[in-house]
C-alpha cells in the first residue's frame, strides 16, 4: 500500500483553497479545535472492539447573511498501541530500546454546515464526505527519555467516507466591536457524528507476527463505519 490519503487530503485542500479564494471578499470564518472519541460500528467493531480517542479540526466559510457553511474537517483517532522493548541489535544485545507499534484512522472530509448566523445558543447540521485512512506505524524510540531514533508505516489504506452530524455551540465569549483585529466570538462546541466508511484493508492490535526475524501481517478487512463524539472550542470571526 502507498500514501493515498497524502493525494486525497490535498486534492480537497486545494478545492477548498480555490473556493474560498473566490469569494474572499464574503466570508465570514468559523474554526475549531476538538477532542474526539471514535466508537466503531458494525463490521469495524466486530475487527477493533476499542474506543478510538484523538483530535480533530475544522475551518468554515459562508456568506455573511446566509445559514450555510462549506468548509474542511481533519480528524485522527488512535485505535490501537502496543509496546514492547527490544536489544538494539544482535551485535548490542545490551542496549534495549521501545519498540511502539500505533493503529490509526485519520479523516479528511469537506464539510457543509446548516447553522444560524447570531445568538448565544447555534445548533447545527453537518453533511460530510471524504476518506478515511487506515495505518500502522512502527516507531523505535530511547528507552532512557522517548526520544523517536527511527518509524516506518508497516500498511495503510484508505476509503470512501461520508455521513451527517450534528450539535450545538454556546458562546462564552464576545469581542467589542472596536477590537483590534475586528469582532470575533469563542464557542464551546459539543457535536456528534456517523461516518460510513467504505471497506479497507487495515491492521489491528497483534496483527504483526515475527518468526525467525521475519515479518508477516495478518491482515483485516472490513467496512470502515465510525461514530463519533466532540467536545472543542470554536471560533467565529
Do not use: C
Request: hydrophobic share 40%.
Amino acid at each position: 500500500m502507498t500514501h493515498r490519503k497524502l493525494s486525497a487530503g490535498l486534492v480537497l485542500a486545494v478545492l477548498l483553497t480555490i473556493a474560498l479564494g473566490v469569494s474572499a471578499s464574503a466570508q465570514n470564518w468559523q474554526g475549531g479545535l476538538a477532542f474526539q472519541l471514535g466508537f466503531p460500528t458494525g463490521e469495524y467493531k466486530d475487527q477493533i472492539d476499542k474506543t478510538g480517542v484523538g483530535i480533530g479540526g475544522d475551518i468554515l466559510w459562508s456568506p455573511r447573511s446566509a445559514p450555510v457553511g462549506i468548509g474542511l474537517s481533519i480528524g485522527w483517532f488512535q485505535v490501537g498501541n502496543e509496546t514492547r522493548q527490544e536489544p538494539f541489535s544482535t551485535t548490542i544485545p545490551d542496549v534495549t530500546v521501545d519498540v511502539e507499534t500505533e493503529n490509526a484512522l485519520a479523516q479528511f472530509l469537506l464539510l457543509f454546515r446548516l447553522q444560524p448566523k447570531a445568538g448565544a445558543f447555534r445548533p447545527y447540521a453537518d453533511a460530510l464526505v471524504g476518506v478515511n485512512y487506515l495505518y500502522t506505524t512502527t516507531t523505535i524510540k530511547n528507552a532512557s527519555n522517548d526520544e523517536e531514533v527511527a518509524s516506518s508505516t508497516n500498511f495503510d489504506d484508505n476509503a470512501l467516507a461520508y455521513g451527517f452530524g450534528g450539535g450545538a455551540m454556546i458562546r462564552v465569549y464576545e469581542s467589542p466591536e472596536a477590537g483590534p483585529t475586528g469582532p470575533f466570538e469563542v464557542f464551546v462546541d459539543l457535536g456528534f457524528r456517523y461516518m460510513l466508511g467504505g471497506e479497507a484493508e487495515y491492521l489491528k492490535e497483534g496483527s504483526i507476527r515475527r518468526e525467525n526475524a521475519v515479518v508477516a501481517f495478518d491482515v483485516t478487512e472490513s467496512k470502515t463505519d465510525i461514530a463519533v463524539a466532540r467536545v472543542g472550542v470554536s471560533v467565529s470571526f
